[in-house]
């Protein structure tokens, strides 16, 4: 199963920002979706933004304009950019890759994921 790299985490403080990037070059094809989920610690992986080729991003409900995804067709990246953070963004986030879905609100049916990268929010 080919892995996905993620890059970019780190800490922030509150209202700051970070952007994280998602290498999808080890995949031999063009994902039909890419997204990113974050998972914070004793809860669920939760959807943050999902992004379809030649479409436009979804994200969750939370992120309420604060975050902006970007896919890089050239590159084969897939971008976060996160700005106006809290303390409730810190968590794992991952880059997920799939050639049949496109949802945000659930993690089923991507097959190709990263390790995550850390992101801390400090107030």
């Known amino acids: 199963q080919e892995q996905l790299y993620e890059s970019g985490g780190g800490s922030a403080q509150a209202g700051g920002s970070l952007r994280l990037s998602c290498e999808t070059s080890i995949l031999r094809y063009t994902p039909y979706c890419m997204a990113w989920f974050r998972q914070a610690p004793g809860k669920e992986r939760e959807g943050v933004a999902s992004f379809v080729v030649g479409g436009r991003p979804f994200y969750g409900d939370f992120v309420q304009g604060r975050f902006t995804a970007s896919r890089n067709y050239v590159k084969r990246t897939l971008d976060l950019q996160m700005d106006n953070l809290t303390r409730e963004d810190t968590g794992m986030y991952y880059c997920?890759?799939?050639?049949?879905?496109?949802?945000?609100?659930?993690?089923?049916?991507?097959?190709?994921w990263g390790q995550g990268t850390q992101v801390t929010v400090s107030s």
């Open positions: 997920a890759a799939s050639s049949t879905v496109c949802r945000v609100h659930t993690d089923d049916g991507y097959t190709s």
